[in-house]
């Protein structure tokens, strides 16, 4: 949604079936799509599964499940494809952190922090906004009450569906699941006009990001009737 926001027409892929998916979507192997498809755009954003590298998987929930880092094999990939490219993940990812993304800096009412590698073009980093409290929930059996919520797992004062959806700016979806493995479309929009303004069309192009959400709303009323 945020590229769209930024004035792209966007494509999805995920081995996942995501009927809630808002754009034109392809389900198989991202590896696989993007050799299959090469040549088709003028950007490509990766988000390889995070359970490698996530916080929970090496602490609280070490040793219940194995992962594989697919991000290596997704950096070739995309070296190959020979177009500008982001990959996205966690904090504890082994990807270059050429821009790193927080709620705070767009005002909402999560922190998510996520890395961004970017391939072939000049994305200029954003500065870190000091955080204005605690996230909400509960650590080690301490409640703390904040600001942001925890749009992640389930219980320990963790956010509701429509907490996550009103914190994130994600409306097209009220899967739980969906919800915790998002990010906000606010990243990939600042991401994308980064991109637009540093590349061929910044002379030219000029998104509208109330249009286009007019336009989904309208959508949203047709498919509901």
């Not at 082994?94 to 890395?115: N, Q, W």
């Not at 919520?149 to 994130?168: F, L, P």
């Not at 493995?181 to 002379?203: D, N």
Request: proline share 8%; aromatic share 10%.
């Amino acid at each position: 949604m945020g590229y769209w926001l930024a004035g792209f027409e966007v494509v999805g892929v995920d081995i996942t079936p995501r009927p809630n998916y808002p754009f034109p979507f392809v389900e198989g192997d991202a590896l696989d799509a993007c050799r299959e498809m090469s040549g088709d755009f003028h950007l490509v954003h990766a988000s390889p599964p995070c359970q490698f590298s996530c916080a929970l998987t090496k602490g609280t929930n070490r040793g219940q499940r194995t992962h594989t880092d697919l991000i290596p094999a997704m950096r070739e990939v995309l070296d190959w494809y020979g177009v500008p490219y982001v990959i996205e993940n966690v904090s504890g990812a082994a990807l270059r952190k050429d821009i790193t993304l927080c709620g705070e800096m767009f005002g909402l009412a999560v922190l998510r922090h996520r890395h961004f590698e970017i391939g072939f073009w000049p994305a200029l980093p954003r500065p870190h906004r000091p955080h204005r409290g605690p996230v909400r929930g509960w650590r080690h059996g301490v409640y703390r009450d904040g600001p942001y919520i925890a749009a992640y797992g389930n219980g320990g004062g963790k956010g509701t569906v429509a907490e996550m959806q009103q914190a994130m700016g994600i409306h097209w979806t009220s899967d739980h699941r969906e919800l915790t493995e998002a990010i906000p479309p606010a990243y990939t929009a600042h991401i994308g006009r980064e991109f637009i303004t540093t590349g061929e069309w910044a002379a030219h192009y000029e998104p509208d990001p109330a249009a286009r959400l007019a336009a989904v709303a309208r959508e949203a009323e047709v498919s509901a009737a």
